[in-house]
């Protein structure tokens, strides 16, 4: 006897250039306006693509609510200017202008992070555009290009 087919509906993408949308199984949209990123992430965008970006978040998902979670999480950390968690095999965690912001504060990244998200887009660029900001964020940037470390004695 043969196995009856059994027809499976599956997320669907459609992607514009500016705004990504995620139709579940359920029919449920997700929209992903990438005009609320910082304009500072384009060249990232440019060398892997937006759509490929936002799959990136969820390749790990064991199922279609916990994709849409990671994705969801990963443009929230997108908006914030953040092109990528911190990971365990290192890698970079935060821009240098978050990184900075809490250093101003004297906060947590986390908290700096969660704090931006409370503001609109140009709000969060004028934030990040602060001179103190700005004039931190470069004496970061230039100690993340000085240090090297040499980890053959490791092997």
Request: net charge negative; no cysteine.
């Amino acid at each position: 006897m043969a196995k009856a087919k059994v027809e499976r509906k599956t997320m669907s993408y459609e992607f514009n250039g500016d705004v990504l949308s995620i139709e579940t199984s359920a029919g449920i949209v997700h929209s992903f306006d990438f005009g609320d990123v910082p304009e500072e992430l384009d060249a990232e965008f440019m060398a892997l693509g937006r759509k490929t970006k936002m799959a990136n978040f969820a390749v790990n998902a064991k199922s279609e609510a916990e994709r849409i979670e990671m994705i969801q999480t990963g443009f929230e950390r997108l908006k914030d200017g953040e092109w990528e968690k911190e990971r365990e095999g290192g890698g970079p965690t935060v821009s240098a202008e978050v990184e900075a912001l809490a250093k101003i504060k004297g906060k947590p990244v986390a908290a700096i992070q969660k704090a931006l998200q409370a503001y609109d887009k140009a709000t969060r660029a004028a934030i990040l555009a602060n001179a103190k900001v700005v004039e931190e964020a470069a004496k970061i940037k230039a100690a993340r290009e000085s240090v090297t470390v040499d980890l053959g004695d490791m092997v």
